[in-house]
């Protein structure tokens, strides 16, 4: 491991420019259930029943009900190691930005400021009829909310199943994995399409793949490094390292 870790160092110092493209599997270790895997959401909800346009019309005080239980245990979540690490890194001006699938905020809270979010943000609402959008700060207390401009039903501002990516981010992920040279892969199934894509339009550019993840993906044939440990520990152990290797030429 200690080989594997230097040479992700160095792949990580001498990049030109480095992104990062996370999953739920970044969030695990701060309590923030992933939606696959063995213990994932999916497991115990259906996506269809949850997670659609076609759901929120059905049932609005369900999903809401379900989006109302998520958020609270998202408001107690704290960033962990991998998410401190990576804004660490951005600090430094050796990341240029983050492409995530999560929803939830965290790398934000841990004080990334080039995050393209993917899928929304658990943390926005937007109504359902208007152009109103919003932020909230906690679990909405009464739900299914409504509009402030025209009192109908707001959702939650996260792209569901069945809708595409909003185009602003997606042009930018588009944008930022054909610019990068190393990509770090962190804790994503590599199957939800089309975020999926994105490390592999990196590599098909040539991009050197990093991924981090414990279990093994659709991605990890095409990653130069495979990295088979949970984000939070590794980068827990990384990012003193490399706060080591830059002391060290500055001095």
Known sequence: MDELVEMVIKY????KHLVAFTGAGVSAESGVPTFRGSNGLWKRFKPEELAT???FRMDPLRVWEWYKWRMKIISHAKPNPAHYA???LEKLGILKCIITQNVDGLHQKAGS???IELHGSIWR??????NYKGKVEK???KIPPKCPKCNSLLRP????FGEPLPQREWSKAVSEALKCDVMLVIGTSGVVMPAA???RIAWENRAKIIEINPEDTPISHIAYIKVSEAAGKFFSNLINLIDKHVTSKQN
């Open 12 to 15: 990580i110092l001498t990049s």
């Open 53 to 55: 346009p076609e759901a």
């Open 86 to 88: 990576l804004a660490k």
């Open 113 to 115: 400021q080039n995050v």
């Open 125 to 130: 609402v937007k109504c359902t009829r208007c």
């Open 139 to 141: 679990p909405p207390e």
């Open 157 to 160: 501002d996260v792209v569901w």
């Open 197 to 199: 894509l994105i490390p």
